[in-house]
T-cell receptor
């Protein structure tokens, strides 16, 4: 089945640690997106990529980094500079189609 | 700036009809989406409007008026499983390029009671 796979489902970060969230899609979509959702809130765009080897900052990119070396993959690194990383992270793909989401990664601080 | 407004919470009775409103002010418009999100889960796509008018899909319908910056999601024959958050999102269009970027409202939590 075609879809978006995010891993891990739950992730814990220690003080000063960088952590990387995985997002893989087999939908052959050029565009991929990372969103953050805080409790009781809508989604906010962190980074997006319209094509391999290119990506742009979204509305809340500070403290995050991404790479897009392959069409299928768009990993997100939450760096130690992100002081409030506890949130639900969602990956999506598709530029003209309705965006479909992976199941999400829930990140918490240890 | 970009702004999307939805009511925070709504309550309705099983079997009834409920309308969830969404107003938006965005620079560039390339479609409006409605998503359903159950607690602890990812959003799932419900409907999409890019032209004015009503789109019907089973028990769910969505309406768009671009001139008024207004949309609503209509849920008929409510079921207990419809208790969820409903997110309104606008796809932005910057000039001649379509980035596919979505701006989301904060979501409306719908509680369906027996």
């Amino acid at each position: 089945d075609g879809g978006i796979t995010q891993s891990p489902k739950y992730l814990f970060r220690k003080e000063g640690q960088n952590v990387t969230l995985s997002c893989e899609q087999n939908l052959n979509h050029d565009a991929m997106y990372w969103y953050r959702q805080d409790p009781g809130q809508g989604l906010r765009l962190i980074y997006y990529s319209q094509i391999v080897n290119d990506f742009q900052k979204g509305d809340i990119a500070e403290g995050y980094s991404v790479s897009r070396e392959k069409k299928e993959s768009f990993p997100l690194t939450v760096t130690s500079a992100q002081k409030n990383p506890t949130a639900f992270y969602l990956c999506a793909s598709g530029i003209n189609q309705p965006q479909h989401f992976g199941d999400g990664t829930r990140l918490s601080i240890l | 700036g970009q702004n999307i407004d939805q009511p925070t919470e709504m309550t309705a009775t099983e079997g009834a009809i409920v309308q969830i409103n969404c107003t938006y002010q965005t620079s560039g418009f390339n479609g409006l989406f409605w998503y359903q999100q159950h607690a602890g889960e990812a959003p799932t796509f419900l409907s999409y409007n890019v032209l004015d008018g009503l789109e019907e899909k089973g028990r769910f319908s969505s309406f768009l008026s671009r001139s008024k910056g207004y949309s609503y999601l209509l849920l008929k024959e409510l079921q207990m499983k419809d208790s969820a958050s409903y997110l309104c999102a606008v796809r932005l269009k910057g000039g001649s390029s379509n980035t596919g970027k979505l701006i989301f409202g904060q979501g409306t939590t719908l509680q369906v009671k027996p």
